[in-house]
């Protein structure tokens, strides 16, 4: 049974991937997405929050939706949407982290990430906290190997809606600033850089210590 729950996530996960890519939605053209949510303005809030919540299986990044989402809604609206496009996305994470647990999948990930592997294994909390909230660590894989380590989904789900909370605000404002404010731009700008150069330290310093 646990064979056929992984060859239908691969076949679902290949199937998403050809079809977004076949209709353009996940080419990593913001523009292009951008015109697409535009031309559906009836339901641009749910396209957004669909494409937004299942950009992990093509590996996008969640900080470009954030972006998108202060851009084409207001800040307060595009919160909500980022908000809970990550708790779709990382959920879909962890379910799937539960399906492959054992598999090559996560062997790979395990080899691939020793040291943040370890580290998961002496203090999941901490280090998915400082992976979630550092511009420069594989959050998407530091969520796949949490879940691995005994994290049950309740403390899992808080914790990166908690950590991601910062950046997503944020990265929010920056791109509904990006439309009207040049200095509001930069003072978001400048932030957003300071809290990335501090967590990064931290992220660092972390690994160092494994």
């Not at 590996?59 to 496009?85: A, C, R």
């Amino acid at each position: 049974m646990k064979k056929i729950s992984k060859f239908l996530v691969i076949f679902v996960w290949i199937t998403l991937i050809y079809i977004l890519f076949r209709f353009e939605i996940l080419t990593g053209d913001i523009d292009n997405l951008n015109e697409i949510l535009f031309m559906s303005s009836d339901y641009k809030k749910l396209i957004f929050l669909a494409v937004a919540s299942i950009r992990v299986v093509t590996l996008i990044p969640s900080s470009v939706f954030m972006i998108l989402g202060g851009m084409i809604f207001n800040p307060v609206d595009g919160v909500i949407l980022t908000l809970l496009s990550i708790l779709f996305s990382e959920s879909i994470v962890y379910i799937v982290s539960k399906i492959f647990v054992t598999s090559d999948m996560q062997n790979y990930f395990v080899v691939k990430y020793p040291r943040i592997y370890e580290a998961l294994l002496k203090n999941n909390s901490k280090i998915l906290t400082l992976g979630v909230l550092c511009p420069i660590a594989p959050s998407d894989v530091i969520c796949f190997l949490a879940s691995s380590t005994g994290l049950n989904y309740g403390r899992f789900i808080l914790i990166v809606l908690i950590s991601n909370i910062p950046m997503m605000m944020l990265y929010v404002f920056l791109g509904n600033s990006a439309l009207a404010s040049t200095n509001t731009t930069i003072m978001v700008g400048a932030a957003i850089i300071m809290i990335g150069i501090y967590s990064s330290y931290l992220w660092k310093k972390q690994q160092k210590v494994v």
